[in-house]
């Protein structure tokens, strides 16, 4: 019976309760003076700038290590951040020379950025052995510095969208830097070209920077620490956004709008995104081989009504691959698909299908606002058209790797970073890029071609416009719908934020 | 242990049976926890069976238009308001009743017959197929509850078989330990031998004499695996690694109801609720049950989450 | 009583070497390549192939294993591929938030459920006994995702108390010298970084917490319960000692040993309760990285988090086994 004694309950008891009676509740603490906390939603892989490709990220690693420049979607224009100016060879349109802004001095120690810096993160971009942004540098086959503020770039075909493919998205690092500690520099010395510097980094936690005061451009209004925090859930991100704890918060779900647009210290911010939401349809699998069937899709889809209930109207549909403010739209094409769910029936039936067809539709969980609620929405309707539909709801990882090699015949998708809608065109549309959707067609193929290499804007417009038309015909990919994104901020900060959902320290003002 | 658990039975006991004309044998079961508990559950089994029936609407009928609407109690179609697509809350927690109590029922149902299989082999034949037997339990028990559901369905994706299977994986082995105790005591007894003398072969006597005894531990296992199966599945759900959207179960509902939590709270209130109460409904039987069976069951069926 | 512990932790060995054999095909036989995921969007099947012979996926499962086998036994986990860290670090970084996550729980489950037990235990049958048996079954039955998300609503949302996610506010900490933030804020004597590491860790530990709370509360009662009829304690009373003291001086400490033991086994559960509740309040522990692993499909990764789990999980049952040995040496000779 001794050896039950061992324990003093009764003081173990009192300790725990003294402890518990400090437990008072109590709210956040307040936030420093000048710092701005920016909720984000998705995880990243750490120190190395080149490492994640993801539109979040690329925001990041532009503000700190700093690229040649961005798409600014409030002007429409290309601007300039390492790069001042740039033009394209007159005589060759395979070289591109960019001037760099002179005296921009690095973080720390001071280094002045150089054309070499620019060629050197053109091989890394390329050779890093975890690079997940070659993508982004494909078109190009070398760059060559000129002087010491230039540095001329070289593709291997004519590529007008060139800007879109390096700007925003090409992350320039220190030659000396890397020459030093090697693969180890990102973490040794996070030192970059950019208006802030990376102070800290907690993997899927938070990323806090700090402002570069000697920036050209920066000013005192801007904040003087910027904190990114992951918080992935919905209604975290938006109570943490109401309580103050965050002062900018993205990616509020059309649902939450009314919560946020209640709250008398917070500004809402509605920008239409630059993804573009589609049903892909491989027509290597039956019955999607069918046009008819294809289209039977087009009309069965009530996307107005879905708008209307799962987005609160915070989605524009769309009538062809992009929508208005993205490269080459033209407001004047008519809406080709407008919901008719008895041409949708007729249409199946010519297609072979009087009793209706069995199809499995696919929607990753967890990637897209409101994709499982607004597919859910969608096949009732595929339905009422006589496709008989078996509704599949994967993770997201097991999905894409069968996404990718060309397995899927059905399944929901966006697509992002569509400013300039020719790489994201190509990647899913142009025979043998990707076999996501496994379409071919020779006279697609060729327009893309010639419109890569056409420098002339109307022209190229026009070569895009009948792609568009080709597409919306052959209707290998339904394009639904472009989610509205919401931004929520304190009133405590002035920002304008873009389709594009970069922040950028400059552009926030601490008020 | 015993002496102080049969008190506590006599004092749960003591109400119920004050009660007179309850037939005799019915009395010792008439305690308030299994009353209560039972009560639950049997309101539970008539939702589910009867779903069909009650169900105001097709639980899958959507209709955009009606979405989001709210508890509408007596004055309206829709008694507890609409979900996202404009869903009946009512009859897919009706139709809901049902999945959740044939998933629970079939994990249960397996894990028992595998358990209880495999521990009386283990006990009966003792050497090296109960070493085996046992090595596989440790090393499968060894995963901490729902650890290994999460990366069965995470890795094996979505379905009802799928599932079953991830939430049976671990719950067999409280069964197991159980039956290959019952087992091994009993095949050292006179019947087993005399059984064996006389011709019997090895299955038949697993099955007469060791199942038998058996039954009530599993009961009492069964309806704690029960209540645990039920929350894992919202569990996983809630993750984003539960059944199709098309099978209305209470986890799917909640998962997809929390995103409105603060803007529309009945979708996912109502679902939560129900999980609550059907779990709180079980694990109150489960106890009375286990009050009046063997209190040295004790604990065994706890701690799976 | 060596021989016991010596026996045990031999008879360890084998289950985790089987448990990492498990665990290895199970990550490996999952669908859906990591190359396909990890790598961007628009990557070549050059770049696929060059990254998995990096990460070493072209080589036989059984050579894969082979050198994970004997890296790991030189307390070598691998290299995560997403976070090309390696992973015991990442694990070790994460640990502490999570144990400190799962003791605060523990704390306020003990808290709250053994004196519940004991006021229950004692009075059988009382209305404070069906007050605090309904209170113990409400905490098993919630669901604590569920619970987690209703205080988030509540505490956060409507009543503005409490931060609604997260482990900490930057700026306010200290160094770390643990990696246990209430601790280190303590050892700093900075006060306030301990306020808002409690101020955050408060709500997630009750969601957590609440399971383990009925647990208790309901062994604590039918061990008082059980106590109180013992011969000891009707000595006590009949020695006049009054009703207070013979309660918590002679029933509750005596009512310890099963409480202990309950805690013990419930810690499994609550491990696994943890990758739950810290997805739902963003909370930086290993639970989340096992989820992010899981998601990115970073073969290492899971493997070192699942592994490690099961570790702490297997050795919670040793310590728990040698304890029982040490109390009661019958065990020592059983089987």
Same mark, same amino acid.
């Given at each position: 019976m001794k050896t039950r004694h061992f324990f003093a309950s009764g003081r173990l008891l009192a300790a725990t309760a003294a402890l518990a009676g400090a437990v008072t509740l109590g709210g956040a603490a307040a936030v420093a003076r000048s710092q701005v906390t920016v909720a984000v939603v998705n995880d990243f892989a750490g120190w190395n700038p080149y490492a994640d490709s993801t539109s979040q990220m690329y925001m990041i690693w532009c503000q700190t290590y700093g690229c040649l420049g961005t798409f600014d979607t409030r002007s429409g224009e290309y601007k300039g951040l390492l790069a001042e100016r740039w033009e394209i060879g007159k005589d060759n349109p395979n070289e591109w020379t960019f001037y760099l802004k002179k005296g921009i001095k690095r973080q720390g120690d001071g280094k002045e950025l150089t054309a070499e810096d620019v060629v050197h993160s053109l091989w890394r971009n390329k050779n890093d052995p975890r690079s997940a942004q070659k993508q982004n540098t494909r078109p190009v086959k070398e760059a060559v510095a000129l002087d010491k503020y230039t540095v001329k770039f070289v593709t291997s075909q004519p590529t007008a969208p060139l800007l879109s493919f390096l700007f925003d998205r090409l992350i320039i690092t220190g030659k000396d830097l890397y020459e030093k500690h090697g693969q180890d520099v990102d973490r040794k010395a996070p030192l970059g070209y950019g208006p802030y510097q990376v102070k800290d980094i907690v993997v899927g936690q938070r990323m806090v920077l700090e402002k570069h005061a000697d920036w050209p451009g920066i000013e005192a209004g801007n904040p003087d620490r910027l904190i990114f925090r992951r918080i992935k859930e919905d209604e975290a991100r938006v109570t943490g956004l109401l309580n103050g704890e965050v002062q900018i918060a993205l990616h509020i779900p059309p649902h939450l709008v009314d919560r946020v647009r209640g709250a008398s210290n917070i500004d809402l911010k509605n920008v239409p995104s630059v993804e573009v939401m589609f049903l892909a349809m491989n027509p290597n699998f039956k019955p999607w081989d069918n046009k008819l069937v294809r289209q039977a899709v087009g009309y069965a889809i009530d996307r107005e009504a879905i708008v209307k209930a799962i987005f609160r109207g915070g989605a524009d549909v769309l009538h062809g691959p992009i929508g208005s403010g993205q490269y080459g739209y033209d407001p004047s094409v008519a809406p080709k698909y407008n919901y008719d769910p008895e041409k949708a029936k007729a249409l199946l039936k010519q297609a072979g299908y009087p009793d209706g067809v069995e199809i499995d539709f696919y929607t990753a969980t967890n990637r897209y606002v409101n994709d499982r609620q607004s597919s859910q929405a969608i096949v009732p309707m595929l339905e009422a058209a006589g496709f008989k539909v078996k509704f599949h709801t994967p993770e997201y990882s097991t999905h894409w790797p069968i996404v990718r090699k060309g397995k899927r015949p059905f399944y929901y998708q966006g697509r992002g970073s569509v400013v300039d809608p020719s790489a994201a065109i190509a990647q899913y549309f142009e025979t043998g890029a990707t076999p996501r959707i496994g379409y071919s067609n020779p006279e697609l193929d060729k327009i893309l071609k010639a419109e890569r290499q056409e420098f002339d804007e109307a022209k190229r417009k026009a070569l895009l416009l009948k792609a568009f038309n080709i597409i919306q015909e052959d209707l290998p990919a339904f394009f639904l719908w472009r989610i509205h994104n919401y931004v929520g901020m304190s009133k405590t900060v002035a920002f304008e934020p873009m389709s594009t959902e970069r922040i950028f320290g400059f552009d926030i003002v601490v008020k | 242990?015993?002496?102080?658990?049969?008190?506590?039975?006599?004092?749960?006991?003591?109400?119920?049976?004050?009660?007179?004309?309850?037939?005799?044998?019915?009395?010792?079961?008439?305690?308030?926890?299994?009353?209560?508990?039972?009560?639950?559950?049997?309101?539970?089994?008539?939702?589910?069976?009867?779903?069909?029936?009650?169900?105001?609407?097709?639980?899958?009928?959507?209709?955009?238009?009606?979405?989001?609407?709210?508890?509408?109690?007596?004055?309206?179609?829709?008694?507890?308001?609409?979900?996202?697509?404009? !869903?009946?809350?009512?009859?897919?927690?009706?139709?809901?009743?049902?999945?959740?109590?044939?998933?629970?029922?079939?994990?249960?149902?397996?894990?028992?017959?595998?358990?209880?299989?495999?521990?009386?082999?283990?006990?009966?034949?003792?050497?090296?197929?109960?070493?085996?037997?046992?090595?596989?339990?440790?090393?499968?028990?060894?995963?901490?509850?729902?650890?290994?559901?999460?990366?069965?369905?995470?890795?094996?994706?979505?379905?009802?078989?799928?599932?079953?299977?991830?939430?049976?994986?671990? !719950?067999?082995?409280?069964?197991?330990?159980?039956?290959?105790?019952?087992?091994?005591?009993?095949?050292?007894?006179?019947?087993?031998?005399?059984?064996?003398?006389?011709?019997?072969?090895?299955?038949?006597?697993?099955?007469?004499?060791?199942?038998?005894?058996?039954?009530?531990?599993?009961?009492?296992?069964?309806?704690?695996?029960?209540?645990?199966?039920?929350?894992?599945?919202?569990?996983?759900?809630?993750?984003?690694?539960?059944?199709?959207?098309?099978?209305?179960?209470?986890?799917?509902?909640?998962?997809?109801?929390?995103?409105?939590?603060?803007?529309?709270?009945?979708?996912?209130?109502?679902?939560?609720?129900?999980?609550?109460?059907?779990?709180?409904?079980?694990?109150?039987?489960?106890?009375g049950m286990r009050d009046i069976f063997d209190p040295r069951l004790k604990r065994s069926g706890q701690g799976m989450g | 009583m060596f021989t016991y512990i010596t026996r045990r932790v031999t008879g360890t060995i084998p289950v985790i070497i089987l448990i990492s054999l498990l665990v290895f095909m199970l990550v490996q036989s999952a669908p859906g390549d990591p190359a396909d995921l990890l790598l961007s969007d628009e990557a070549t099947e050059q770049d696929v192939a060059e990254a998995r012979a990096r990460w070493g996926l072209d080589q036989p499962v059984w050579v894969q294993y082979w050198k994970f086998f004997t890296a790991a036994i030189q307390g070598d986990l691998g290299t995560s591929f997403r976070y090309a860290d390696p992973v015991l670090s990442m694990i070790l970084d994460r640990l502490p938030a999570t144990i400190e996550l799962s003791a605060f729980s523990i704390l306020i489950?003990?808290?709250?459920?053994?004196?519940?037990?004991?006021?229950?235990?004692?009075?059988?049958?009382?209305?404070?006994?069906?007050?605090? &048996?309904?209170?113990?079954?409400?905490?098993?039955?919630?669901?604590?995702?569920?619970?987690?998300?209703?205080?988030?609503?509540?505490? &956060?949302g409507v009543l503005n108390l409490l931060p609604s996610s997260g482990r900490d506010t930057y700026g306010i900490a200290s160094d770390p010298i643990t990696g246990f933030y209430l601790l280190d804020s303590i050892l700093h004597r900075n006060w306030k970084a301990l306020w808002d590491g409690l101020a955050h860790i408060i709500m997630p530990a009750i969601a957590l917490g609440t399971n383990m709370m009925?647990?208790?509360?309901?062994?604590?009662?039918? &061990?008082?319960?059980?106590?109180?009829?013992?011969?000891?304690?009707?000595?006590?009373?009949?020695?006049?000692?009054?009703?207070?003291?013979?309660?918590?001086?002679?029933?509750?400490?005596?009512?310890?040993?099963?409480?202990?033991?309950?805690?013990?086994?419930?810690?499994?559960?609550?491990?696994?309760?943890?990758?739950?509740?810290?997805?739902?309040?963003?909370?930086?522990?290993?639970?989340?990285?096992?989820?992010?692993?899981?998601?990115?499909?970073?073969?290492?990764?899971?493997?070192?988090?699942v592994l490690t789990y099961t570790m702490i999980f297997v050795v919670i049952n040793l310590v728990i086994d040698v304890l029982y040995a040490v109390i009661d040496p019958r065990i020592r000779f059983d089987k």
């Open positions: - | 242990m015993t002496n102080s658990a049969l008190t506590e039975e006599a004092i749960l006991a003591r109400p119920a049976a004050q009660g007179s004309r309850v037939p005799r044998g019915l009395r010792p079961w008439l305690t308030p926890k299994i009353v209560l508990g039972g009560g639950i559950v049997l309101v539970l089994v008539i939702m589910g069976v009867l779903a069909p029936a009650i169900s105001p609407f097709d639980p899958n009928r959507q209709n955009l238009l009606g979405a989001m609407q709210a508890p509408q109690w007596l004055a309206g179609a829709h008694f507890l308001g609409t979900d996202h697509v404009g !869903r009946d809350i009512l009859s897919r927690i009706f139709y809901g009743a049902r999945i959740s109590l044939v998933i629970a029922i079939t994990v249960v149902v397996i894990s028992g017959i595998v358990g209880v299989g495999l521990g009386a082999i283990s006990g009966y034949f003792a050497g090296k197929i109960d070493f085996a037997i046992q090595k596989l339990v440790e090393v499968v028990w060894a995963f901490p509850p729902l650890l290994l559901a999460i990366a069965i369905m995470a890795f094996f994706g979505q379905g009802l078989g799928i599932l079953i299977f991830a939430l049976v994986i671990q !719950r067999w082995i409280p069964y197991c330990r159980v039956a290959r105790g019952q087992a091994l005591s009993l095949r050292s007894r006179d019947f087993v031998h005399a059984a064996r003398s006389l011709g019997a072969r090895n299955a038949r006597i697993v099955m007469k004499h060791i199942l038998p005894n058996l039954m009530q531990a599993a009961t009492v296992i069964g309806t704690f695996a029960m209540a645990t199966a039920i929350i894992a599945e919202a569990s996983l759900s809630f993750l984003g690694l539960g059944v199709p959207p098309s099978i209305p179960t209470w986890g799917g509902m909640l998962a997809d109801g929390r995103a409105y939590i603060s803007t529309s709270w009945w979708l996912a209130l109502f679902p939560g609720l129900c999980i609550f109460f059907t779990v709180l409904g079980i694990n109150l039987l489960g106890d | 489950a003990v808290v709250f459920g053994v004196p519940l037990g004991v006021w229950a235990g004692a009075r059988p049958n009382s209305w404070a006994d069906n007050f605090g &048996s309904l209170f113990g079954f409400f905490g098993i039955s919630m669901p604590n995702f569920w619970f987690g998300i209703m205080l988030i609503l509540l505490l &956060s009925g647990i208790l509360m309901r062994v604590t009662r039918s &061990s008082v319960l059980e106590v109180m009829h013992e011969d000891y304690i009707t000595t006590a009373r009949a020695k006049g000692v009054n009703e207070r003291n013979v309660l918590w001086r002679h029933a509750v400490r005596n009512a310890m040993i099963p409480i202990i033991t309950v805690v013990g086994l419930e810690l499994g559960t609550l491990l696994s309760g943890s990758i739950i509740v810290e997805t739902v309040f963003s909370w930086p522990g290993s639970g989340q990285l096992l989820i992010s692993a899981i998601t990115a499909r970073d073969y290492p990764l899971i493997t070192g988090t």
